[in-house]
């Protein structure tokens, strides 16, 4: 009988929470011009590795760039970078709550302008 209350429980509990989904962070559109560039920047600040993808669209909807998966090591970060018009989504494979991320327009090593994600 203990054997299948702790089944049942085990069940009801993965009925109820389900099943883990990956997190969804997106940012504003940003535009770059000349020799600026766009950055989208996601740092892992949890205390272990961590699975993102970069996907970076541009104004139409087309994907530009994209970083398929990659594990970053934790409270390191990891970017991509495009010129022209775009917005970013990073993808995750826990909670986005483990991340920060932003776009970013940069001339050089200088941001001009920088936007959260959410």
Known sequence: MKLRTLLVTTA???MIGGAA???ELSTAPMASSGSQALWCNIANISTVAQTV??????????VVHDSGNVV??????????????GHCRFTTVN???LFRASINVYDGSTALASIPAQ
């Open 12 to 14: 009801l509990v993965f």
């Open 21 to 23: 989904r990956a997190a």
């Open 53 to 62: 993808r970069i996907r970076i669209y541009n104004h139409a909807g087309a």
């Open 72 to 85: 970053i090591a934790p409270r390191v970060s990891f970017w991509a970078s495009v010129g022209g018009t």
């Open 95 to 97: 909670a986005k709550t």
